[in-house]
């Protein structure tokens, strides 16, 4: 039997990021238009209590801050109803109208409060299309000329006519600047989201290789054994990896692994480790399965491999029970007899990528013993500390069978984030 943890960590993470990010887009337009509001009425304030600042017409530079609030309104409208969004760029446009209000309500010409307009340029010349440049320059315009507008006997003379001009020039080049600099970063960030796009893919496609390389059930071994077996990645592909075939004999073989780190890396190097010890599966010795594994992943002088050293265990049970198994400075397995005690089945050899030879130790199984091999990750799940290897064991025995043992383990792994993976693969021989 295999148990499988569903891999909804990540996809819940990357449905939560899409939520915040369509939350974020459609309060945008409220965020904006709230910085303008405020530097309005700031201004407004400002020049109604101070002195020193001019207020020529009262009523235009009130119906300035009314404008807009009213357009703050419309942009909070926008963050409720989305599909108000299409028509955000009546916001930015507005508040030209309510600038250009203020400016003639505070001194016209002489107003202190005309930096202001750089706000709605930027805003609306930031977005997509080159059209964007333009636009800002028809709002410039309505705003310096809105005296001409506003005043019966006010006409445009050449000092004012020669300073929009002005005006219009540098304000079109902040629009050319700010736009093109939007183009460059919106192209990056699709770029950028078409490589994290084509990363994510491969990763799944990591993910269900390395799944698929899992065994499935325990139907194809001889009748004698019951297995099960569990692996839940701390990230999408683990760097754990367990097995278990029938072998020639009339038994079958057992492997648990764990390549040093995470992620896919780690996983190439388990189904590497994992694809050579299965190759020797007419060899009787399992220390053999070792050796070739060795071999297989050195890489000569330069080795890259052993900077990601794989810890194992591999074991042989043949028919009557004779259990023959090799330690690569694993350590984590418990043959569980069927009386109750344990023993840790361990070695003083290193793992695969540092050590060279292997030698494999013999055991005698009695009908109903178990073995129960897992990864360094399940010791987290019994605290972490010195004494986690107390509370595991006692934990085995307290299980009353291997399927209850993987069961709870991964009950475990399944209930918190894990930062290392967890692996548990045991296995009981029980001859007819």
Known sequence: ????????????????????????????????QAIVTA?????????????????????????GVGVAVALLVLAGAMGRWPLLRRVEIVVPLGDFIAIGLLRFGTGDSQSVFLAIIVLPVIWIAAGDGRWRILLPLVGVGVTLLSPLALSVDRGLTVSELVRLLIALAVYAGAAAVV????????LALSRSQ?????????????????RSLQPTDASELPGAFRAAG???????????FFDWYSTPDGG??????????????????AAAVRTVIRSGLADPDPAEAFQRTALGLSTGSTDMIGAQFTTCFHAR???????????????????????????????GYLPIGVGTSWSSTETLLESGDSIVSVSDGVLDL???????????????????DVDTVVAELIDRAAATEQEDDVTVLAVTWSPL
């Not at 079958?252 to 190097?269: C, P, R, S, Y």
């Not at 069927?338 to 361990?346: D, I, K, M, V």
């Open 382 to 400: 019994f605290g972490g500390s010195l004494d986690s290897i107390d509370r595991y064991a006692e934990f085995l025995e307290r299980c009353v």
């Open 1 to 32: 039997m295999t148990q499988e943890l569903p891999r909804t960590r990540d996809r819940s993470l990357s449905g939560a990021s899409r939520v915040l990010t369509a939350v974020h887009t459609s309060w945008e337009p409220l965020a904006k």
């Open 194 to 210: 078409r490589r994290r796009r084509l990363a994510e893919a491969e990763v799944s496609e990591a993910a269900f290789v390395q």
């Open 252 to 269: 079958a073989a057992f492997t648990l692994g764990d390549v040093m780190g995470k992620g896919v890396g780690a996983g190439m190097i």
């Open 230 to 240: 569990a692996c839940v990645p701390a990230r999408t592909v683990g760097g754990d």
């Open 179 to 186: 736009n093109e600099l939007s183009r460059r970063s919106s």
């Open 39 to 63: 530097l309005v009425a700031i201004a407004a304030v400002a020049s109604a209590a101070l002195p020193w600042l001019l207020v020529t017409d009262a009523a235009r530079m009130w119906q």
């Open 317 to 347: 049970i043949s028919a009557d029970g004779m259990l023959r198994w090799v330690d690569a400075g694993h350590g984590l397995t418990v043959l569980r007899r069927a009386s109750g005690c344990t023993e840790f089945l361990r070695s």
